[in-house]
Nanobody, 122 residues
Framework: QLTESGGGVVLPGSSLRLSCAAS????????MAWFRQAPGKEREFVAV????????DYADPVKARFTISRDNSKNILYLQMNSLNPDDTAVYYC?????????????????WGQGTQVTVSS
């Protein structure tokens, strides 16, 4: 089970850190990712991290602004988001894939959290 937290309503240029807490014993075995879904749009890839923290991969719109990380000792996945802008407004989901590598495709993920809302507005 995955549980996201840390969303909120912020001004453009602000920062937020999302967390995804995983239950179970095997969190450290799996690549994990963040996706987001804006109203009326499909779920889109944001960032992915391999089971051991390397490599990581980012979607172009968030590269250099967002940082994905994980703490396998605590079973937590993070997404540090800086320089937020209104285009970042969406529900953010963490996902786990049973593939042996990180993927940018939502269909490759078999476990999802319930999502956390991020709204960037002036």
């Amino acid at each position: 089970q995955l549980t996201e937290s840390g969303g909120g309503v912020v001004l453009p240029g602000s920062s937020l850190r999302l967390s995804c807490a995983a239950s179970g014993r095997f969190f450290a075995n799996y690549p994990m990712a963040w996706f987001r879904q804006a109203p009326g749009k499909e779920r889109e890839f944001v960032a992915v991290i391999n089971w051991n923290g390397d490599p990581v991969d980012y979607a172009d719109p968030v590269k250099a602004r967002f940082t994905i990380s994980r703490d396998n000792s605590k079973n937590i996945l993070y997404l540090q988001m800086n320089s937020l802008n209104p285009d970042d407004t969406a529900v953010y989901y963490c996902g786990r894939t049973s593939l042996g590598y990180g993927s940018r495709t939502a269909a490759d993920y078999d476990t999802w959290g319930q999502g956390t809302q991020v709204t960037v507005s002036s």
